[in-house]
């Protein structure tokens, strides 16, 4: 099945970055200069586009707000641990990779590909089970970063941090509150695995188990946690904080 996804900054992302788009799809009898350059980066690519009414955007998409453009994607070869390395290797970087355990929620999902995208992380790890799947929401709420991210789904999340560990060298630091470290106090300037725990729930025994270090976010308000996207958004940029200034 052909994975559906809309709205105009995923669907040109997906473009920029020759995703195997099958069809285009774009609402008819309306002059928009954005669907204009959609139709011609398409063009450029030789995607096939089809002029269609509002009714069919609907009937693809299962939504209103279309923006006017819908595109049926081939589902690609499935990336593997080993890319996210080469993907390293090319920057000339350490390894930064994110390892979600357990987040369902397709818009946060989303916003964590987009804050990856933003920090340079090298690849996203994610469980085939209990977690969102990489649709329509998260492409529109990442923003069409979800395009550019490498994503690897694995069936055992504690497993694959072994894995790493012996493979490539990676330390594992897992976000979590009960932590005694902060989060700035942590080296992240080597081959590092950021883990995120799921929405309420966090990390599970066997991943956090797993996990080198502990980090916690300092919180100053009446509530103990943030979103987990949030918390991901600033391990992230942390990771990227450290390693400019350790090259400067």
């Not at 470290?181 to 300037?189: A, F, H, N, Q, S």
């Amino acid at each position: 099945m052909p994975e559906i996804i809309y709205g105009r900054n995923p669907v040109v992302e997906a473009l920029r970055a020759k995703q195997p788009i099958l069809q285009l799809y774009v609402l008819k009898g309306v002059k928009d200069q954005r669907l204009s350059e959609i139709e011609v980066r398409a063009a450029r690519l030789k995607v096939p586009v089809s002029r269609v009414e509002k009714a069919k955007l609907l009937e693809l998409a299962s939504v209103e707000k279309t923006q006017g453009v819908v595109a049926l994607l081939a589902r690609g070869q499935e990336t593997t641990l080993a890319d996210l390395f080469a993907k390293a290797r090319q920057k000339n970087e350490a390894p930064l990779i994110a390892l979600l355990d357990g987040i369902e929620d397709p818009h946060n999902l989303g916003a964590i590909l987009r804050s990856a995208d933003a920090a340079g992380v090298h690849g996203v790890v994610l469980p085939r089970r209990r977690s969102a799947s990489v649709g329509a929401t998260v492409a529109k709420t990442s923003a069409g970063a979800s395009a550019h991210v490498l994503r690897v789904s694995v069936s055992n999340m504690s497993s694959t941090i072994e894995q790493l560990k012996k493979t490539g060298n990676i330390w594992f630091v897992g976000a979590d509150q009960t932590a005694e470290k902060k989060y700035t106090e942590i080296d992240l300037t080597g081959p590092t695995g950021l883990v995120i725990g799921g929405e309420g729930k966090g990390l599970h025994r066997l991943v956090r188990d797993k996990c080198d270090f502990l980090a916690r976010i300092p919180m100053v308000g009446k509530v103990n946690s943030l979103n987990a996207s949030v918390a991901a958004a600033l391990l992230f940029f942390e990771a990227r904080r450290q390693r400019a200034e350790k090259h400067e």
